[in-house]
Structure formats: C-alpha cells, structure tokens
C-alpha cells in the first residue's frame, strides 16, 4: 500500500517563511507533486519534483530527498492568500500512466 | 492553461437515485482521466482511472457496480453514482491528462454531492 504523511495543520505569520514536511512510502517513485487547495476547490498544481534538490518557482520551493522517501514544500512571503491546504502527492507508477496517490493535506493558516 | 469542467458542481439527490456527473477537457483531448472523492477536511481518494474507449481501472475497495464510469470520447467522462446512499455524500474531483509522457494532471472544479 501507499503511504504519505504530512502534518495535518500548520500556523504562520504575515511575511514569514513556513515549511510543510511530506514523507512517503510507496511500491514505486516516479514523482513526487505538491497542489494547493482552497476550501470547495480544486487543487491547483505547484510543483514537481523527479530527482533530488530543491526546485523554486517564486515564492514556492520544493525539495526532494528519494533516499529518505522526504520532501518539504518551502513558502516564503507568506501572504493571507496563502492559506489553504497543501497536498503532497507521489506517482507510484511507471511514466504516462500517472496515477497520484495524495497525503491527507496540511492546512495552513497564515494570520497577520 | 489547459480547462477542465464538471457539472454539475452541486447536486442534491435522494436515496436510493442515481446521479451523473460529467467530465469534460475544453481544450485538449484527455486520453485518460482520474475520478476522485474528497471528504470534509481529508485529501483526495483516487476511485478509479478511465482510459478513452476502454473499461475504468478501479482503486482498490472502490465498487465499480456502484460506481459506474465511462469515458466514451477523447473530451467526456461520466461518473455515475447508482443507487446512492447518505454515505455517498462528498466531493468528488476529475482531473485529465494528454497523451505522452506528460506528468501533469489538469482537475476539474470539483462536484459536491449530498444524498438525502
């Protein structure tokens, strides 16, 4: 079976840096992906991670450690728009078939 | 970006009737599409896979007699929930992809069904 965890509820400040940690176990790994979701939406993707590092995108990094089945989604800047939940989420089989398996989301509130 | 729509995006429906909802890429052909279901405050379940002109790969303990899916062309996917149940009750996301070794997956705004 698949496993993803990541923290279930997560706090920060106007202006501050906040890191959502996801770790997983799975029968395969063929990508590891992060979405936003914002209450009675639909996820918007983030980021994609395949190798080890750290991919930015802006505001948004994210990081990949496949040894320790780990990776983090960084925000920066926060902005009250970034409250959301946070979806870590890992394919587990082979390329085009794209299956994504999702942890239970962290849900972020960013207060001023 | 690529669109994808649902409808309806709500729908209230009584025990024991069946409800559709419907899938559609507006401006790409989705040769596979994924249905998922969403509880209150939990993440997304996959339920199943449709792949254009073949039968849905169904997720383990999702029961396809129940849960009935068809993915006749490459633009429309059709979920249908047969004789539904209180239990039934969520939100419930399709998301689509091309052909190819693309890895991204385009979501629809999502359904939310209650059953009464």
């Known amino acids: 079976g698949q496993n993803i965890d990541q923290p279930t509820e997560m706090t920060a400040t106007e202006g501050a840096i906040v890191q959502i940690n996801c770790t997983y176990q799975t029968s395969g790994f063929n990508g590891l992906f992060w979405y936003q979701q914002h209450a009675g939406e639909a996820p918007t993707f983030l980021s994609y991670n395949v190798l080890d590092g750290l991919e930015e995108k802006g505001r948004f990094s994210s990081f990949l450690s496949r040894s320790k089945g780990y990776s983090y989604l960084l925000l920066k800047e926060l902005q009250m728009k970034d409250s959301a939940s946070y979806l870590c989420a890992v394919r587990d089989r082979p390329t085009g078939a794209n299956n994504l398996f999702f942890g239970t989301g962290t849900r972020l509130t960013v207060i001023p | 970006g690529a669109v994808v729509s649902q409808h309806p995006s709500r729908v209230i429906c009584k025990s024991g009737t069946s409800v559709k909802i419907e899938c559609r890429s507006l401006?790409?052909?989705?040769?596979?599409m994924f249905w998922y279901r969403q509880f209150p405050k939990k993440s997304l379940m996959l339920m199943a896979t449709?792949?254009?002109?073949?039968?849905?790969?169904?997720e383990q303990g999702v029961e396809k007699d129940k849960f009935l899916i068809n993915h006749a062309s490459l633009t429309l996917s059709t979920l249908t929930v047969t004789s539904a149940h209180p239990e039934d009750s969520s939100f419930y996301i399709c998301s689509a992809k091309t052909s190819g070794l693309t890895y991204e997956q385009y979501f629809g705004p999502g359904t939310r069904l209650t059953v009464t």
């Open positions: 449709s792949n254009e002109g073949s039968k849905a790969t169904y």
């Open positions: 401006d790409f052909q989705a040769t596979t």
